[in-house]
């Protein structure tokens, strides 16, 4: 009897072992190339999903949830959400592409919100042009925030220092007696920032002085020094603009700054 029900017992293991037997298919991985090709520079909609996966798109503005990260480093609409949009598409050399992304606060009008405060956050993204479709190769959502009243950035450029390749942003600001225009530079690698400068910068009413003894303005202009031993070397030269307290009487002098590229291409002040 024991027997026959250890024999019993066995039979059953074996075909419940057969039953459940699994079959070891091909492991399947994600690739991560296929998640940010796209096929043209026009197809908004997919440069929108690659790099903000948006709950939905409306009029070429991507709406998207944004993380804790995000809430402290980007502008949030009245919705709770990030209103993203294609700002600019650069080209840096051949086959290579920036694009930039332009992220606002909307009402839930759909108007920009545009306190004196208020500036849009740039994101950007790195773009490779190969066998007919366009990879996406780097992307940061929190490049820059520029401007004010809800408008953005002045001017954009791609400017060559020695050996490197920067982005140039230039960007203009207005509060109370003051006004400033700033230009900031970032390398294409991790969109460092290297450098930046106010090219103009005034303080007080320039039309009456009598009351406001301290104006005074400066404009600089920036020069790339090219030399054997300091090739990336940068000279801002200029003409600082001031009252005289005393005759009430403008007065004009020379300033010159030197900045100097460190081991890692980042501009520092140099007094020497």
């Given at each position: 009897m024991?027997?026959?029900?250890?024999c019993?017992?066995?039979?059953?293991?074996?075909?419940?072992?057969?039953?459940?037997?699994?079959?070891?298919?091909?492991?399947?991985?994600?690739?991560?190339?296929t998640?940010?090709?796209?096929?043209?520079?026009?197809?908004?909609?997919?440069?929108?999903?690659?790099?903000?996966?948006?709950?939905?798109?409306?009029?070429?503005?991507?709406?998207?949830?944004?993380?804790?990260?995000d809430?402290?480093?980007?502008?949030?609409?009245?919705?709770?959400?990030?209103?993203?949009?294609?700002?600019?598409?650069?080209?840096?050399?051949?086959?290579?592409?920036?694009?930039?992304?332009?992220?606002?606060?909307?009402?839930?009008?759909?108007?920009?919100i545009?306190?004196?405060?208020?500036?849009?956050?740039?994101?950007?993204?790195?773009?490779?042009?190969?066998?007919?479709?366009?990879?996406?190769?780097n992307?940061?959502?929190?490049?820059?925030?520029?401007?004010?009243?809800?408008?953005?950035?002045?001017?954009?450029?791609i400017?060559?220092?020695?050996?490197?390749?920067?982005?140039?942003?230039?960007?203009?600001?207005?509060?109370?007696?003051?006004?400033?225009?700033?230009?900031?530079?970032?390398?294409?690698?991790?969109?460092?920032?290297?450098?930046?400068?106010?090219?103009?910068?005034?303080?007080?009413?320039?039309?009456?002085?009598?009351?406001?003894?301290?104006?005074?303005?400066?404009?600089?202009?920036?020069?790339?020094?090219?030399?054997?031993?300091n090739?990336?070397?940068?000279?801002?030269?200029?003409?600082?603009?001031?009252?005289?307290?005393?005759?009430?009487?403008?007065?004009?002098?020379?300033?010159?700054?030197?900045?100097?590229?460190?081991?890692?291409?980042?501009?520092?002040?140099?007094?020497?």
């Amino acid at each position: 009897m024991k027997k026959l029900l250890l024999c019993l017992l066995l039979v059953t293991l074996i075909f419940s072992c057969r039953k459940h037997k699994t079959v070891n298919s091909p492991a399947t991985y994600f690739s991560r190339d296929t998640s940010i090709v796209f096929h043209s520079l026009g197809d908004t909609d997919s440069i929108l999903n690659i790099c903000f996966s948006p709950l939905r798109i409306l009029k070429k503005i991507a709406i998207w949830k944004p993380t804790l990260d995000d809430i402290f480093n980007l502008p949030i609409s009245d919705d709770g959400l990030v209103h993203s949009k294609i700002d600019t598409i650069l080209k840096v050399k051949e086959d290579n592409y920036l694009i930039l992304f332009r992220s606002d606060a909307y009402h839930n009008s759909g108007k920009i919100i545009d306190c004196h405060v208020c500036s849009p956050v740039y994101s950007i993204a790195t773009i490779k042009h190969q066998n007919n479709q366009y990879a996406i190769t780097n992307f940061k959502k929190d490049l820059i925030a520029a401007g004010n009243f809800g408008n953005g950035y002045d001017t954009l450029k791609i400017e060559n220092f020695g050996k490197y390749q920067l982005l140039r942003i230039s960007s203009g600001y207005t509060g109370t007696s003051n006004n400033t225009m700033t230009n900031t530079f970032f390398e294409l690698n991790n969109y460092t920032q290297v450098f930046h400068y106010n090219s103009y910068q005034s303080f007080g009413d320039s039309t009456d002085y009598d009351f406001n003894p301290n104006y005074y303005e400066v404009e600089l202009n920036l020069y790339h020094i090219v030399s054997k031993t300091n090739a990336d070397d940068i000279e801002l030269r200029g003409i600082k603009t001031s009252f005289g307290t005393k005759r009430k009487s403008i007065k004009k002098q020379k300033v010159t700054e030197f900045y100097r590229a460190n081991d890692y291409g980042i501009y520092q002040r140099a007094f020497n």
